[in-house]
Each structure stands twice: as structure tokens, then as C-alpha cells.
């Protein structure tokens, strides 16, 4: 809403508000702006004192709707009211023939239009003492702040008329604690005008070990994730400055016309030894409204999902899926009791098709992997990754996230090694020959150098819409992270630096079809190297195995993927469950692809 009265402040109590602050303060009344934004109302400009604020402030709090006050006012001089009436008296005040509103406008200024960029600060409002209340105002600014880190937001596609922009922010910390729902507030992000922050307040815990606290703010909206961003702030024991941090880098780009999931699986570190944030962001606003939590991942975990992993590619086709059974209870028995309620209100409302979001910055479990279990009613579902389309997102390339997947060439890497008979995947060549009988693919020469040049250059005639890559691949850390061409491996450093264009150029999605050479129990964080790599140089997506896979099951999964892409116009998550669905219970393959973009991505 804009300032000034506007149709929400038009009604019979607020004009009677106006009225009564017209006569106790008429020099003053021209002064001061009121703008309300659903239940909360923004009142700024300049007062005589500091008991009119205080008065203003309270009666603003006794208006119908209001729930809360952001309050800006600044005393200016100390003026007594020209009438003696008190707002806070509850008598009627003394007639007048005034009924307006308040009118003032921000200083003129460049328009802005429909694409802007605002940055993330977080400030304490006073010193974080341990066991004491801390209030945090959180704000997305016109201005970089050189003490809070994240990526700066910009808001795209709005539309040529829009005003003002809610974002919700919720800031979470291992090292304070909150009241329900005080940690969670609302910024309005203004057209040519600083944004309104908000306000949140929790108590600093009382750790003898802790010399600064950690929070964490993540912003969302239209049930979708926008970014976060962090600060740490130093735990008063004596007086000292605050320790500033580097200062806010990259960009979030939000496309504000996006259709967003009907689930956003959130999660991320709170910066403490094995202590994540969870929560379910939706624009459906049925079923428990708890639905966030605090989960711990320790080593114990990480370590029996990939002893879970090494044991199910030794199974034999068919023989799999017990094992995969109970690698998604453990998942599932993972995750917070209340958003196990939301998933089943989820369920029992939309089915079991609703698209799920992932955004996390947890590097070892296989998320898409869980199997829900109703224990109220003792219903079992399938896998996550069979019931719904799902896709996942690398936490630090939000901004790099669209709908959007290119129509493009296909270019298509399947070395053939000559020199190494044992390593020959006739599969995957196959594969590759049936990309370019089917879509016109172009064939590429398998080896390092021909690699390497694609990914800086591109094609000099065509836009390529996906990479694909058929061979063996190593993911395990210990010697190679990397994929095996014809004459040598390409390891992921050689590909992760700014002379990568083609991602920035084209967009490019990028399918590994990577069958694994050596160790088989390497984590998800291993994939996660490369995805951060794609995702951060503007790649609209990666898929690519965790596991060790048959090469006939992987060259039915990718030309299914591609099939549904290209052929069946299917969104990005829709074409990953048909093509695990596909081959599910022949094989362990179509378990293993982790599939990075946006759930709801088509190719345009």
C-alpha cells in the first residue's frame, strides 16, 4: 500500500484516527505518514514529543486489524499540542469540519521500474548479553551492509504499476532461543523508497564457550525461497566494537512471475556442529502451521547412508529394493515430526503429486530418497523421488534458478576408449548415437581438450540447451573428482574458474551420465561439487548419478529424461520421476540420479 490513506485506511476508524490527530497535533499533521500492510501499520515523519509518539504509537495500536506498529516517528521540537485533548482518553475529540488523510510522499527519485535490487542487513538493536532479550531489526536495503553477509535480492518481473513488494523473513539461530512466531517478520520492499525492515527479538543463550553468536535470515515469498543471508555478532561480556564482516556479494534474482512449487523444502546449517534449520515454505496455507524444526545430522548418520549406498549397488538386479526401503525410513525418521504432519496434510489434500523444492546446503543425504510413513494411520508412500517431481538447489546459487531450460543443440560426449577395452560402455555410446538420431545431437570428440573448449567457448553457430556426457566418472574425493575422457580425466578444478562461459552464454543444462571407476561410497557432497560448479556459472541445471550405475538401466534413464524433456514438453521434475518410475524396480540406476534445478523448469 502506498502512504497516505489508501483504501485500507479509509474506513469510519480510521478517519475518526485522523480526525483526533488532526486536532491534538495540527502542526505536526502534515508531517507524519501512516501506510498499513495487512496487520501491521509503518507510522514515520516528525513529532513534537516524545510523549506524542508515545501516545500516537499506542492509539495506532488500538486500531481494528493492527497486531503490530513499526514505528519511525523522530521528535523534532518539543511543541505542545494547540488542543489539550488525549487520544488515549477515550472521549470523542471536539468537532471539526477536517476528514483527510496523510499524504506525505518520499523525496522524488529516479524511478526504479520493474526490476530492483535490494540488500540484506541484519543489525542488533542493542548488545547480546548471554540469557538476556536481543532485538534484531532485519531489513533488505538500498546499500550494501559491510557487516552481514548474503547475496544482494533482485526483484524482476514486476509489474509496470507495483508499489510495494512483501517479503517474509524468518531468522534463525543455534545460539538463541524464540517465542512461537517471534522470530518471523515481514519487510515491504518499496518502489524508489528505502524498504520497510522488521523486527524480531529471541534470548541469547548463556554459553561460557561462546564469544560471538551466529543468525542466519532467510527470506521467502509466494511460498518460494528467495535467499538468506548471516551475521555474526559479538557476545557482550565487556565492552568492545563489533567485528565487521565481509561485505554482501552476488546477486538473488528472483523472477517475480515464476510459478512457485507447491512445496519448498528448506535446509540449512545454523553454523553449529551438526545442527540444520527445516522448514516447508507453500503458498497453500491448509494443515499444521508448525512447519519448521531443528534436525541433527552427526557422523553416525552420514556414515550409515553411505554404508546404505555401497551395499545397494551390490545388489543384484530385483534384490534392491529392501534395501532402499529402509535407507528411507532412516531419512523419513530424520526429518522434524511436524513437517511429517504437513507432508501427510499435504498428501491428503493435493495427492501424491505435488511438486517439492529442495534448497539446502546439507552435503550428504539423499533427501528425494525418504519413504513417508503415516504412523497415525499406519499409510506407507513411495520414495519421494517416485511419488512427486522433485529437484533440488545448491543453497549459494539462488539467484541462478529459473524456469526457464533452453532449447538448444544437444552436444554429446561418449568416449569410446580405445586404448582401455575394460572401461568400454557400449550403452553409452548407443546412448550418444540415439541422441543424435532422435534430436540431431552433435557428436563431439571425447577427449580433454575438445571438453575443455566447449565449456569456455560453446559452439560458434549454435546454442547448446544441454550438455551430455556418457563415460565413466569418479566422484569419491580420495584421488580423482573428475570424468574420464578418451586420452585423460577432466577434473572438476579445471573446469570450476571464470574462463567457464558457457553457462553464462547459453544456460546450458548439463546430464552426466557418469558410471563410476572406483570407490563406491561417496557421499552426495562429492556430486555437490560439481552442481555448485554449474549452478553458480548460470547453468540452468545438472543431473547426475551418486552411485555406482548399470550401463544399460543409465542409457534408459537418460534417453527417457531427455525424451520427456524435449519431446513430451514434461517439467524438469515431472521428466526425472517418469524416468526413475521407468526402471524402478528392475534396477538400483534410476535411484541414484540427484537432478538440480528448478522443479518446475520447462524447455523454452
Keep these: 500500500m502506498s502512504d497516505g490513506s489508501g483504501s485500507g485506511l479509509s474506513g469510519d476508524a480510521w478517519r475518526v484516527f485522523f480526525a483526533e490527530l488532526d486536532e491534538a497535533y495540527p502542526d505536526y499533521f502534515d508531517r507524519i505518514t501512516v501506510s498499513q500492510y495487512g496487520d501491521r501499520a509503518v507510522v514515520s515523519g516528525e513529532v513534537p514529543s516524545v510523549d506524542a509518539k508515545t501516545r500516537i504509537v499506542a492509539r495506532l495500536r488500538q486500531m481494528p486489524g493492527i497486531r503490530d506498529v513499526l514505528d519511525l516517528l523522530i521528535v523534532s521540537a518539543p511543541l505542545r499540542p494547540a488542543h489539550p485533548w488525549d487520544p488515549l482518553s477515550g472521549e470523542p475529540p471536539p468537532e471539526t469540519g477536517r476528514d483527510k488523510a496523510l499524504e506525505t510522499k518520499a523525496a522524488p527519485r529516479d524511478d526504479e521500474g520493474t526490476r530492483i535490487i535490494r540488500h540484506p542487513s541484519i543489525t542488533p538493536q542493542g548488545e547480546a548479553v548471554a540469557g538476556r532479550k536481543l532485538r534484531i531489526m532485519i531489513d533488505l536495503a538500498l546499500e550494501p551492509n559491510d557487516t552481514t553477509r548474503g547475496e544482494a535480492v533482485v526483484l524482476s518481473d514486476l509489474d509496470e504499476d507495483w508499489e510495494d513488494v512483501a517479503i517474509r523473513v524468518r531468522l534463525v539461530s543455534a545460539h538463541m532461543t524464540f517465542e512461537k512466531g517471534a522470530n518471523v517478520g515481514t519487510v515491504i520492499v518499496r518502489r524508489n523508497q528505502t524498504s520497510l525492515p522488521t523486527c524480531v527479538e529471541g534470548i541469547v543463550v548463556d554459553d561460557a564457550d561462546l564469544d560471538m553468536i551466529h543468525v542466519r535470515a532467510f527470506f521467502d515469498g509466494k511460498g518460494g525461497h528467495y535467499g538468506d543471508a548471516e551475521r555474526a555478532i559479538e557476545l557482550v561480556r565487556k565492552q568492545a566494537a563489533p567485528d565487521p564482516k565481509e561485505r554482501t556479494v552476488g546477486e538473488v534474482v528472483i523472477e517475480e512471475s515464476r510459478r512457485p512449487p507447491d512445496m519448498t523444502i528448506r535446509i540449512l546449517s545454523l553454523r553449529a556442529k551438526d545442527a540444520y534449520d527445516w522448514e516447508a515454505l507453500s503458498y497453500w496455507t491448509f494443515g499444521p502451521g508448525n512447519r519448521s524444526g531443528e534436525i541433527t545430522i552427526d557422523e553416525s548418520a552420514t556414515e550409515h547412508a553411505a554404508q546404505l549406498r555401497s551395499q545397494v549397488v551390490q545388489l543384484q538386479p530385483g534384490q534392491h529394493l529392501a534395501a532402499l526401503r529402509g535407507f528411507g525410513d532412516l531419512i523419513w525418521n530424520l526429518t522434524p515430526s511436524g513437517f511429517r504432519d504437513v507432508y501427510w496434510?499435504?498428501?491428503?489434500?493435493?495427492?501424491?503429486?505435488?511438486?517439492?523444492?529442495?534448497?539446502?546446503?546439507?552435503?550428504?543425504?539423499?533427501?528425494?530418497?525418504?519413504?513417508?510413513?503415516?504412523?497415525?494411520?499406519?499409510?506407507?508412500?513411495?520414495?519421494?523421488?517416485?511419488?512427486?517431481?522433485?529437484?533440488?538447489?545448491?543453497?549459494?546459487?539462488?539467484?541462478?534458478?529459473?524456469?526457464?531450460?533452453?532449447?538448444?543443440?544437444?552436444?554429446?560426449?561418449?568416449?569410446?576408449?580405445?586404448?582401455?577395452?575394460?572401461?568400454?560402455?557400449?550403452?553409452?555410446?548407443?546412448?550418444?548415437?540415439?541422441?543424435?538420431?532422435?534430436?540431431?545431437?552433435?557428436?563431439?570428440?571425447?577427449?580433454?581438450?575438445?571438453?575443455?573448449?566447449?565449456?569456455?567457448?560453446?559452439?560458434?553457430?549454435?546454442?547448446?540447451?544441454?550438455?551430455?556426457?556418457?563415460?565413466?566418472?569418479?566422484?569419491?574425493?580420495?584421488?580423482?573428482?573428475?570424468?574420464?575422457?578418451?586420452?585423460?580425466?577432466?577434473?572438476?578444478?579445471?573446469?570450476?574458474?571464470?574462463?567457464?562461459?558457457?553457462?553464462?552464454?547459453?544456460?546450458?543444462?548439463?546430464?552426466?551420465?557418469?558410471?563410476?571407476?572406483?570407490?563406491?561410497?561417496?557421499?552426495?557432497?562429492?556430486?555437490?561439487?560439481?552442481?555448485?560448479?554449474?549452478?553458480?556459472?548460470?547453468?540452468?541445471?545438472?543431473?547426475?548419478?551418486?552411485?555406482?550405475?548399470?550401463?544399460?538401466?543409465?542409457?534408459?534413464?537418460?534417453?527417457?529424461?531427455?525424451?520427456?524433456?524435449?519431446?513430451?514438453?514434461?517439467?524438469?521434475?515431472?521428466?526425472?520421476?517418469?524416468?526413475r518410475e521407468a526402471t524402478a524396480d528392475l534396477s538400483p540406476t534410476p535411484f541414484a540420479y540427484v537432478c538440480y534445478g528448478d522443479v518446475l523448469a520447462r524447455a523454452v
Excluded at 498428501?347 to 543425504?365: C, K, M, W, Y
Excluded at 545438472?542 to 544399460?552: E, S, T
Aim: some cysteine.
Design 345 to 579: 496434510a499435504f498428501r491428503q489434500r493435493l495427492g501424491a503429486n505435488f511438486s517439492i523444492q529442495l534448497v539446502t546446503d546439507e552435503p550428504h543425504i539423499q533427501w528425494e530418497l525418504m519413504k513417508p510413513f503415516n504412523s497415525a494411520t499406519s499409510e506407507e508412500a513411495e520414495h519421494l523421488m517416485l511419488d512427486h517431481p522433485i529437484a533440488r538447489w545448491v543453497r549459494k546459487s539462488d539467484g541462478n534458478l529459473s524456469q526457464r531450460l533452453p532449447r538448444g543443440a544437444i552436444a554429446t560426449f561418449a568416449p569410446g576408449y580405445p586404448d582401455t577395452p575394460q572401461y568400454r560402455l557400449p550403452f553409452a555410446v548407443s546412448e550418444s548415437v540415439w541422441l543424435c538420431t532422435e534430436f540431431g545431437a552433435i557428436r563431439c570428440t571425447g577427449d580433454r581438450a575438445s571438453f575443455l573448449k566447449i565449456m569456455s567457448d560453446g559452439l560458434p553457430d549454435e546454442k547448446i540447451g544441454i550438455l551430455h556426457f556418457a563415460g565413466h566418472g569418479s566422484f569419491d574425493g580420495s584421488d580423482v573428482n573428475g570424468i574420464l575422457m578418451d586420452d585423460a580425466w577432466v577434473r572438476r578444478i579445471e573446469v570450476d574458474h571464470r574462463g567457464t562461459k558457457l553457462g553464462e552464454k547459453d544456460g546450458t543444462f548439463v546430464v552426466f551420465n557418469a558410471c563410476d571407476v572406483g570407490n563406491v561410497t561417496y557421499t552426495l557432497g562429492m556430486v555437490e561439487g560439481w552442481a555448485s560448479l554449474f549452478t553458480q556459472r548460470k547453468f540452468s541445471g545438472f543431473v547426475a548419478p551418486l552411485w555406482r550405475v548399470a550401463d544399460r538401466h543409465a542409457s534408459e534413464f537418460v534417453r527417457t529424461f531427455v525424451k520427456g524433456l524435449h519431446s513430451d514438453q514434461l517439467e524438469l521434475g515431472e521428466a526425472m520421476r517418469r524416468s
